[in-house]
């Protein structure tokens, strides 16, 4: 028998690393072909999230069009959802995603979603993942688009005071440069409208379509004119026989030697008629009933009363020469002169400005604001209100129409501003401006009107009144607590007035 060959150094060599080397590559190509796959299934997951991002980002916009037309937070949720499922559903590719989570910021009206998902991997899987996960969140806001705003100033007395009025003046100028800015576009997107209130208000050239006209023939005595005096004295009377609007006031005739106070006098009505007198034509004072908290058109049931000066028929002679010799000598300029009650028959010269994108107007308006008198309220509330209803279309100029409450990608503020209680309301009236001003304010929050409501209390003092669960009423008539804003002096009203303009913003989402 032939003797067995023996392998030399280099063949035993050579053999035991091609002996290692399969063992090597036995081990590594699992693991080259398992980080293949690895970045395979996470390319496939980037793609995918990429893709739910899309998907979340239109549903949460779509969410925030729907809550800018008035939907209800669990319906923008169910839409947010919804909408989000029927775009996930298309991308197949063994996606798998839990229903959205939808939260809400009041202050701001953000929609925060927020959705997990899973994606099934194919090459992983051979090596036990079966699965990638991943989060996406989105959010959205709205706000302008198109902008309806009214702005409602306090021109009360006390506005005179510390140099209120001219530091409003200014801070509002400011908010008009922020909202209508010189570089923008005058496109009618954004529009303004002014109202300012003291203890009653001027409804300017629009008094016509706001009150009840009444035609009154000649009296024929006393009994007749108290009468119809009881009867129309919230309507506008004029006179048959001339045609213009009228007041009650009753003169004397002096029967005895001294013709001074406490002589005897024998009083008889008599008609004074508006324009030879400094009284304004076109106060109005609060509507009444069941239409008192609402923007109803005016008309039948609905309309606002007319700023007639009072008179008691009954009281005693002193208290009525005191009234008459007001009306004959000083034009029926005083609030209170013995039976007579003037108050509601005067207001500021300023009347509402509707909506316009006219800045040069605006602020002229503005600047030509004078103060004096009580402070109701809620009648700024109400007529700033009325300044963005749509119910109130045909009263405003075709151009001043508001648009519609539910109109898509539309927005509408009230910006009220006050240093002071409310304080003054008309004596046919059954609540106070305090609880007249909650009721309005609660009915113009409600879902189906969105109008933000927000607050600008100036140097307001501490011992204002307030809710029964301790609130000023511009604290319960803002929308949220970030939409009221207090200011101690002129820099923080200008401060406010802005940070108001800027909170309302285009439709966009936040990263």
């Given amino acids: 028998m032939a003797p067995t060959k023996r392998p030399s150094p280099l063949q035993a060599l050579a053999r035991a690393e091609s002996g290692n080397v399969a063992m090597l590559a036995g081990f590594l190509i699992p693991c080259i072909l398992a980080m293949a796959g690895i970045a395979i299934d996470l390319q496939n997951t980037v793609r995918q999230k990429s893709k739910v991002q899309a998907a979340l980002d239109s549903a949460v916009l779509a969410g925030a069009l729907g809550r800018q037309a008035g939907n209800l937070p669990q319906e923008v949720v169910l839409d947010v959802q919804g909408y989000a499922a029927s775009l996930l559903e298309e991308q197949g590719g063994g996606l798998d995603c839990e229903p959205v989570s939808v939260t809400f910021d009041e202050a701001n009206y953000d929609i925060y979603g927020r959705v997990r998902c899973r994606q099934k991997t194919y090459i992983s899987s051979l090596i036990g993942h079966d699965e990638l996960t991943f989060n996406v969140r989105s959010t959205s806001t709205y706000g302008v688009g198109q902008l309806d705003v009214a702005f409602i100033f306090d021109v009360s007395g006390s506005m005179n005071s ?17 909202l209508l800015p010189d570089n923008q576009q005058r496109d009618g997107s954004v529009r303004l409208a002014i109202a300012s209130y003291n203890h009653s208000l001027n ?196 151009a001043s129409a508001p648009l519609p409450y539910r109109e898509p ?17 008309h004596p046919t009236a059954t609540k106070s401006s305090f609880r007249q001003s909650m ?70 989402l936040k990263q």
């Fill in 439 to 508: 009721d309005l304010c609660d009915s113009m929050k409600a879902s189906s009107r969105r109008i933000q409501i927000y607050t600008v209390g100036f140097q307001v003092p501490s011992g204002v009144q307030r809710t029964g669960d301790g609130r000023t009423i511009l604290e319960y008539c803002a929308t949220s607590p970030a939409h009221a804003f207090n200011a101690d002096n002129g820099e923080e009203l200008i401060e406010a007035y802005r940070a108001i303009a800027r909170s309302i913003s285009d439709l966009r």
């Fill in 203 to 398: 409804a300017g050239p629009y008094l016509d379509e706001v009150t009840e006209t009444v035609t009154l023939s000649a009296d024929g005595s006393n009994s007749t004119a108290q009468s119809r005096y009881s009867s129309h004295n919230s309507k506008r009377m004029v006179d048959a026989a001339t045609g213009r609007r009228f007041f009650y006031f009753q003169s004397g005739t002096c029967s005895s030697w001294s013709c001074g106070r406490n002589s005897t006098w024998t009083w008889s009505a008599a008609r004074k008629f508006f324009s030879d007198t400094d009284l304004s034509a076109s106060c109005v004072y609060e509507r009444t009933g069941t239409q008192a908290a609402t923007d109803a058109l005016p008309g039948d049931g609905a309309w606002l009363g007319t700023g007639n000066p009072r008179w008691n028929f009954s009281a005693g002679s002193p208290s009525k020469y005191d009234g008459w010799r007001n009306i004959e000598n000083n034009g029926a300029t005083g609030y209170g002169v013995g039976a007579y009650e003037g108050r509601h028959g005067t207001c500021m010269p300023s009347g509402p400005v509707p909506l316009t994108d006219d800045k040069i107007a605006l602020k002229a308006h503005i600047n030509s604001l004078v103060a004096e008198g009580g402070t109701a309220g809620h009648l700024g509330i109400a007529w700033g209100w009325y300044l963005v209803s749509p119910e109130w279309a045909s009263i405003w100029p075709v």
């Fill in 409 to 425: 990608q539309t927005s509408k503020a009230v910006i009220l501003m006050t240093d002071g209680d409310f304080n003054i309301e």
């Fill in 162 to 178: 510390y140099n209120r009025l001219a530091q409003l003046k200014v801070a509002a100028s400011a908010a008009v440069d922020e």
